[in-house]
């Protein structure tokens, strides 16, 4: 799997409201492992430079990017090759992609969605917790499994994450409540964008509530900036069935500037 020229071309074509950071593919394509046979991956290069990446979920889920209408045309076209295609996600400020996607007959769906949130890193608040870096990888990855469960992340596929580019402990970060992980946030960020994803957060139930997540969110964001990050970004659902994390974020300064259009194909 080419993750590192993925992760080249999503760098080079990253701008508030884009689709996918560095970081999103890092956790998406290491969170699970075992899944490469269900996840096939393609980079497409022209004058020895990557112009399109895509990414299938099997059976029939594509994600994408492309420099224009023209690359991303020809990674739908793979898609087609290798699978029914089903379903086909893009963001709203990306009209190339969403162009390539209507003219090869994909239609907009209902249904859940997700916000692309970006805040710059000026008047940053102070997180009220105390938290640090991850040193209990095993008390990180049980507040994951109960904070999304159920959750396929385990030690291995955490190990895996902590591995891939830019992974950067300081900015795996934790708050503990009785010698214990309670919340988590992780954030990677793109050295040559100055911009910092967060992905993802999570509180164990027991602890909601608390502002626990607001201040490993801050943390997290103080020591990116320190690091040289100049702006923030994540992506929470946008639909009323999930509203708890964009209400977070929104709390802690952060403001929409795109959301992802979800495309499937017309039956009947
Ligand atoms: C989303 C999540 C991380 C929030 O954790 P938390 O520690 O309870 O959140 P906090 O106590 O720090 O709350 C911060 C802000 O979020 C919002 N919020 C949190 N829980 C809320 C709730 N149940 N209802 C409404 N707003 C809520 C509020 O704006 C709150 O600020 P306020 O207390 O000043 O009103 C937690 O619910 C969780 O782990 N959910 C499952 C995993 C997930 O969806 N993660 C986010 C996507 S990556």
């Not at 560095?22 to 956790?27: E, F, N």
């Not at 290798?82 to 390539?100: G, K, Q």
């Amino acid at each position: 799997m080419s993750i590192d020229a993925m992760q080249g071309l999503t760098s080079r074509l990253w701008f508030p409201g884009a689709r996918w950071h560095v970081g999103d593919l890092a956790w998406g394509l290491r969170q699970h492992t075992g899944r490469e046979h269900e996840w096939p991956t393609k980079v497409w290069r022209s004058n020895g430079q990557v112009v399109a990446w895509g990414w299938a979920e099997l059976p029939g889920h594509l994600n994408l990017q492309a420099v224009d209408e023209h690359w991303a045309g020809a990674v739908l076209d793979w898609f087609g090759e290798i699978t029914e295609p089903e379903s086909v996600v893009v963001s709203s400020a990306e009209p190339h992609l969403v162009r390539a996607v209507e003219a090869r007959g994909f239609v907009q769906m209902e249904g859940p969605f997700f916000l692309h949130l970006v805040r710059d890193l000026e008047d940053l608040p102070e997180p009220r917790a105390a938290c640090h870096p991850v040193t209990d990888v095993a008390g990180r990855v049980r507040a994951h499994r109960e904070a999304f469960y159920p959750s396929r992340v385990t030690e291995e596929s955490y190990r895996n994450v902590q591995k891939t580019p830019p992974y950067r402990g300081e900015l795996d970060v934790v708050a503990d409540v009785d010698g214990e992980t309670a919340a988590y946030c992780l954030a990677w960020l793109d050295d040559a964008r100055k911009a910092v994803l967060i992905e993802p957060v999570g509180t164990v139930p027991d602890h909601r509530g608390k502002g626990l997540a607001r201040d490993v969110c801050l943390a997290a964001l103080h020591a990116a900036r320190d690091l040289g990050a100049e702006i923030a970004t994540v992506s929470p659902r946008g639909d009323d069935a999930w509203p708890i994390p964009a209400r977070l974020y929104r709390s802690i300064g952060f403001a929409q500037v795109a959301r992802t259009v979800h495309y499937g194909v017309a039956r009947g």
